[in-house]
């Protein structure tokens, strides 16, 4: 009963991916180096006071923040990653949820990526007799990518198209051309060179020449930031050793399984999952299971949808203790009136069930 709401949110987020992702190939393009670092802060704080009643009806806010850093090159590679959110009442910290982790790949085949990993992880939820700290090495499969060449070249592809300066969609052997020449843009003196590279790409298959507007539409596609995406999975098994047990117990050697997916279903968009088990060798009786899920997606001009879940479950004795924080918001217009939905829910150590948070807002010019 307790992971049901852990089911669904974690069933949304994959069938929306698949369902939505069939139709593209972003995940096909493959850059020689990644570098790729990545901060969001998010804070809602509501306090309401009618002087008719006593006390204070509403004071309660929720702060979260969400780091990660990429690096992957032929031979190595590492992955910085930290998570936290805090749920506030009455200027107090009612639920607490942090999750970190770093962790080094060398890459032992040119042909399959095969790595051998070292790293650390870390985790708390408020109410947990102890954090909980471990290191592990071992052996994994799998390789990210930065796709932002890609998706940047589709983004162009549907401007053009909502400008009327190409008659229909591009093939893929163009897009991969044009992303190949942004994935190399370091190598072009100016932006305006590659701009010039790409506009020749397109009117080769075309046959039209691009008009100012539509050069300019390109120039701004490609100097565009914030809009980095990666794909990728991989898998990692290892031991480790408990630097600190979260329940307070002795160290213990642990049994360490990992996966990481990341996947991106058209530009603007980006999935990612962090999953970690851990615990000693009787690891069916005593885990730590830890699920970090984030979802960005834009339905279209101007409707964006982002989703993030964290799940912490430390098992000992026969007895399991959750930990649980999500949340949702979508923002769109509707009749010139900018519409911002938002949803909160948060379940502590503990708890018989979670606290609900909702907010609608909204505003236009009326004149």
Known sequence: MEMKWATFILGTLLVGVVAMGAPLSLCDYHAPQTSMSDLKLALSYHYFDDPASAGVEINSGKIALDYSQLYDSPDFGFTIAGAGSLDLNGLAIATGLGQGRGTFRYYLSDEMPVFGFGGADASYTLGQAEPGVNVSVGLGYGRFTDVTPLAKAVKIQDDLLALGAISGSLSDDTLMAVATEIGKKAEYATTKDLVAAIE??????????????AVLTIEDDVIATGDAVNCGWSVQAGLGYELIDPTGGTQNLLLTVSGDAAFVVKPGSQFTLHANLH???????????????????????????????QLQRVQQGGTATDSQSATFSVAFNVGGADVSLQLGLAKGVGAADWSKDFTISAGMDLL
Do not use: C, H
């Open 200 to 213: 020749q790409i397109i009117e080769k298959e075309t046959g039209s020449t691009l008009d100012a507007r």
């Open 279 to 309: 615990g000693p060798f009787d690891i069916v009786a005593e885990n730590t299971m830890t699920i970090n899920a984030s979802w960005n997606y834009p339905f279209k001009e101007g409707i964006d949808l982002i989703m993030n879940y």
